[in-house]
């Protein structure tokens, strides 16, 4: 599937030179035997822990379940209400797109900006590096938190030096609002965790800024020669190379939109000064408002909150077929861009 | 005129490289600044502490648990790490060094189990787990890396891609079986790779706060400090001061073990297999 165009080298390949005689009866016999016993753990793997439990999601999305009392068949029900009835999935899909349309792209961006920034460190570039990728290496709880502190809308720095400017503005006869509410309001609180998405930038940066060093020097050289500006430089030099990275990144953040749930969910719970234990977590998922409701939450809610396990696998079969679509699309790509990655 | 142009284009270049730096650390500082002060002036706009108190840091040791949590946490983490690299490393070393027919359909089939949310299988798993009786505890998250990792198989494969095959080769010719070629050959040509996939686990591990919400949150015994953090503001009546400073120590592991390994990292990347 991924690497169609390379399978008839790896027939090829897999010929193997013709072994000195006597060895053979005994040896290839054993050479059958041995990846799979190499292999048994992990194949149990996929399947008690992969194959079996996608299987599982498939049946409960056609039943009624609670999960602590056989599921019940109900034909399709759970989907009927999916695409019909449910009046929160369409703001948690809503949502999920927004961040796939907004975060996504800003994140990508983001990453090229301070990539290339990197790139142009005569000296202390590892420290720099560090600097730049050490949000993302830290727990995102801890990240979240802290972020949410710095933009609290009353004591946070952030609001405090705008409130400042503001204060400067009025005195010079400019009447403006720079405060905004940040997590608590709900025009807010996506556009926040984009901020905070962009903090915790630094897994896209570091594979974006190993691409960039990929792009030969000489390469910027005739095309400066040629008398070709930034702007086109970028287009026919940098971004040409970058190309497979940029769709890696898009797919990935897809796939990271619509599990999207760590940041929200602390986020919610710790802006609205609430636990996040249990209940009292389950009762600020996507607060302020349903403003930060994610697919992914309202799958979790459905399940380990409202108990209608059958329902959330219905969602989980949605999720499975969208997530299935960007990742096809990005291994067909890969084997286009370079073979040997997809196979 | 052409140099005078390429030293303003330097000047240009790393100021912006030092504003985006100031603007990755600033909320870092703003935290630690923040552990260090009284609890009035933590849930205040003061920016600067008007006295310090790294007591702050004795007083969450005693408050909240942390031993335990710590050790919560390198239990989840550590095991996983250690269970994940037994199972992992033959299953990427059948992919990258020995052919068989449907080796591509298992590679294709792991880059899948790699990519897909796990929220999509976590309704049955739960099932499964509840009915092992093993909900309320960190196990449901740590078995399954006796039985490989995705993610760490497709990394450990990359890697032994990179080792070239004649050492193998080599080893074959003098008697050697596979097992005893990814032991002695393998194996030790592949330890920044090997070390990176443990990282990249043991920090994935640490840092996971669904599979603990999902498996541990009814049992606080049973918390890691990561799913811990995010509760300790509201149900133990914790100031903004002893939650930043828990903060720092949820980082501090992560961060210690990033600076001691960046050697590593580095290798994994440059030396790859041909070597002396």
Known sequence: ?343 | MNRRRSLAQLVADHTILVTLAIMFLAPFLFVLLTSLMTAGEAGSRVFWPSSWHPENYVRVFQKLDMLRLYANSATYAGLATLFMLLSSIPAAYALARIKFRGSRLIFVIIIWAMMLPPQITTVPLYVMWSKLGLTGSLWPLILPNLLGDAFSVFLLRQFFLTIPKEYSESAKLDGCGHFQIMTRVVMPMAKPGIAAAAIFLFFWSWNDYYGPLLYTSQNPKAWPISYALATFRTTKNVDWDLTMAAAILAMIPVILIFFAAQKVFVQGITLTGVKG
Request: aromatic share 12%; glycine share 8%; no cysteine.
């Open chain 1, 1 to 343: 599937m991924a690497g169609r165009p390379n399978a008839r080298e790896e027939v090829r390949e897999s010929v193997p030179a013709p072994p000195p005689a006597g060895l053979i009866s005994r040896g290839s016999k054993r050479k059958n035997l041995t990846p799979w016993l190499f292999l048994a753990p992990m194949l149990a793997g996929v399947g008690v822990f992969f194959i079996y439990p996608l299987a599982m999601t498939l049946y409960y999305s056609f039943t009624a379940f609670n999960i602590f009392t056989p599921p019940r068949w109900n034909n399709f029900a759970n989907w009927i209400y999916l695409f019909g009835a449910d009046p929160t999935v369409k703001t948690a899909a809503k949502n999920t797109l927004w961040f796939v349309l907004i975060m996504v792209p800003t994140r990508i961006i983001g990453a090229l900006v301070v990539a290339s920034a990197l790139t142009k460190a005569k000296r202390a570039s590892g420290v720099f590096r560090t600097i730049m990728y050490l949000p993302a290496l830290i727990p995102p709880v801890a990240s979240t938190i802290a972020f949410v502190h710095v933009l609290n809308p009353v004591t946070g720095p952030v609001n405090t030096v705008l409130g400042k400017i503001a204060q400067g503005l009025s005195n010079i006869g400019l009447e403006v609002s720079l405060t905004p509410g940040w997590f608590t309001n709900p025009n807010w609180s996506k556009p926040s965790l984009t901020f905070l998405a962009l903090w915790l930038v630094g897994d896209i940066m570091v594979i974006m800024l190993a691409a960039l060093l990929d792009v030969p020097i000489e390469q910027y050289e005739a095309a400066e020669l040629d008398g070709a500006g930034s702007i086109r430089r970028f287009r026919h030099v940098t971004l040409p190379t970058i190309r497979p990275v940029i769709l890696f990144a898009v797919v990935t953040g897809i796939i990271g939109a619509l599990q999207y749930f760590t940041e929200p969910a602390v986020a919610s719970a710790v802006a609205q000064g609430k636990a996040t234990v249990g209940g009292g977590m389950n009762s600020t998922i996507g607060w302020p408002g349903q403003s930060t409701m994610t697919y992914g939450q309202w799958l979790y809610l459905e399940a380990f909150n409202y108990y209608k396990a059958g329902y959330a696998s219905t969602l989980a079969v949605v999720m499975f077929v969208v997530a299935a679509v960007a990742i096809f699309l990005l291994l067909r790509r890969f084997s286009e861009f370079s073979p040997e990655v997809a196979s």
